[in-house]
Every structure is written in structure tokens, then in C-alpha cells.
């Protein structure tokens, strides 16, 4: 550890719990402080810097310290930081829902906002039970969701959401659901196509809702990606444009704001508000709120996010990132502990195998993927693979020549876990 950083890292230690940390960690590694950011890199106290190749947890889209989103954060500030939306409103929250209304599915015309992708999930469980009770059908009051689906967090977040090792320890806490088999085309059978695959999958699906319509209240999927997509990030502004669909509910919260600041929505349809609308003592009005619901600087920050995408013509340059981003990526496939790359627009994941004929994972307790995040750690990128997944997800301001750099070292890492 460097001496540049090492009162900031003793004085974290004393009193900061990180998230998703097993903290004793921290004894080999400890947590880096970072000073700046400027693009894509961040800078630590000891003047190490660092490729931020995830976004900083997917959230950052267009580079830290983003001269045209500090600039509408800065002008926010000067006039209102915050104000309670339950009986009053401001003009960034309105404009913002006008905004997103407009380049959403036509349909979606409401925004009901949150503080993070967690609380959006549940506004929006809340809001589709809620929706049949208001309807007169509280029988309907069960969720389906997707094996190995990730959702958030919180409880209901978790629910709804099928990570084994949080159902594992909070089950007792948590509703019960109705799971369907994953469409993760990783899984598919020898000689089977993706499309194949998730047409077979997808059948199990339709089974599940002929059996449990009449309680079901929702279905609820990460479109496309089993991981947070964010806004543009599959390719799409949102995914669901691929499919051609309009769902009744949309959760939008990663790189909302660019990844300045916490905010969260859910969008839905003329119908679903129109259940809760009514006279006062009907009691059909959706409980529901957040201290911070619908913060001015927050929504600011991400009109500046939106207004990016529409000037600077994103997901076009996107394709031309994204396809650079595939080529490079896909040399990983040649690696003997490589099973498969994957890519869907801006984010691209690397499987690892300790057997690549048989795909036989390596054992979770060994951390491979724990190996690979140091050695990228001390050459200077910001790696985080989730398991044995390495990805990529970078900001949308990313260079090739960093796209390069970001695959070179996750291949010397890759090397370095599997060398044994």
C-alpha cells in the first residue's frame, strides 16, 4: 500500500463497512481511495490510476467528472437542491418525465420515481399487487421470475430474484415465488442454438402462466442480459425495444443520472394509474415513498445524461465501440480456460472453466476471479469479475486504445488464475 494512501485507507477501516465485502479482506487488500476521476480513469492518493473497465458498479456512462453533467448539477444547485414531491413539484422532475415518456414505449406515460434500481423493483412489485387489489382480484398476489435472476437487494428485490446464495440465508424473510428455468443460453445443450435454447425454455414459461394465472400478478425479467443493463447499454436505449415490446412496468435507474447521483423510476401505463385514481376515502392510493423521491439535482443530472445521447448521436458511436469491444474480446475464446464470450452492445463476459470440453466451473471457494481483480488492480485497470465471469462494461467514453488495454490485461490475469 502506498504511503499516499495509507491514513485515508487506516481511517476507512475504523468506521466504513463496505457493501458486498467480506471486510477481513481488506487485511490482504485494502480498499483503494480514489482522489479524482477525469473520463475513464480514476486516481487514488498515491497518483495510481486507474481504467474504470465496469462503469464504476454500471452506473457511470459518459466519464467522471462529465463537463456538461457538472455543469447542469452546478446550475440545479444554485436554485433548489431539494424539495418533498408529496404535494409539490419542480421543473427537472417535470421535465424529465415528459423526457423519458416521450423516447419510452408508447404506453408508458406515468413515472413514479425512486432512490436506486433496488427500490424501483420494489415500487414496482408494490405497484402490480397493489394493481389486481384495486382491481378486485387480491387473490392475484404472485410474482414469476427467472432462475438465476438478479433483481436488487432489498427483500422484495430479493423475493423476486433467484441468487441462491441470498435466497440460502434470507429465506426465511422472503415471499414465495414462482420460478421459471432461466433462458441462459450458456446452458444450451451441444448442437442447440440460442434461439433454439430459449425456445425451449420459453415453453416451461408459458406452462407456469397457464398454471398459475389466476394468481399471478406479475412476471418480472432482466431483458436481454441477466445483469444491470443500464441505459443504452445493450444497444438499445432500452432493452425491451428489441423484443418490440412494451412491458407495464419498466425499471430504470443504472446510468440514469450518467452515475452522478441516486435516482430511480418506474414507468407504467395509463391503466395502472388509473386503478390507484380516485376519491380519497376509497383508501386505493399506492403507499408508497422515498425522503429524496424525485431529487431536483438528481433529475438534472440525468436530463444532462439524456440530452448526451440525443446531441452526440451515443448509440451510434456505441456500435462502432461495441464492435471493436467484441473483436478483442473474443480473442479470450482461444484461452484453454475460456469456455465462451459473450457480448449484448457495451458489455461483453468472459466464462472460466477449469475444464473447457466438459465447461466444468472452478470450485467458488478457490476465487479465481479474486486473482484476476489484483493483478488488473496493479496494472492500473479496474477489473471485477463476478465469480468466474470476467466483464466488461465500460463508459461509453472509452477509447479503443483502452479497449485494448483492458483486454490485454484481463488475458494476463486470466493466465495467472488458471496457470496451475
Known sequence: MTSGNSPYVARDLAHVWHPCTQMKDHEAQPPIPIRRGLGA??????????????SSWWVNLFGHANPRINAAVRSQLE???HVILAGFTHEPVIALSEALTALAPPGLTHCFYADNGSSAVEVAVKMSFHYWRNRGQPGKRRFIT???SYHGETLGALAVGNVELYKEIYRPLLMEVITAPSPDCYEREPGESWAQHSRRRFAAMEELLRQHAHEACAVIVEPLVQCAGGIG??????ACEQAGIRPDFMCLSKGLTGGYLPLSTVMTTADVYAAFYDEYTKLTAFLHSHSFTGNPLACAA????????REDRILERNRVLAAHLGERARELEAHPHV???RQRGMIVAAELVADKAARKPYPWQERRGLSIYRH????????RP???????????????????????????GIERATCD
Not at 302 to 309: G, K, N
Open 339 to 341: 469456455a465462451e464470450v
Open 233 to 238: 447499454r445493450t444497444g438499445t436505449l432500452f
Open 386 to 412: 463476478i465469480g468466474n465471469v470476467v466483464y466488461f462494461m465500460p463508459p461509453y467514453v472509452v477509447t479503443p486504445g483502452e479497449i485494448d488495454l483492458m483486454v490485454e490485461v484481463a488475458l494476463e
Open 41 to 54: 480513469w480514476l486516481e487514488d492518493y498515491a497518483g495510481r490510476r486507474y481504467l474504470d473497465a465496469i
Open 146 to 148: 427467472l432462475a438465476n
Open 302 to 309: 440525468a436530463l444532462a445524461t439524456l440530452a448526451i445521447f
Open 79 to 81: 436554485s433548489l437542491e
Open 376 to 383: 488488473a488492480l496493479a496494472r492500473g485497470v479496474l477489473l
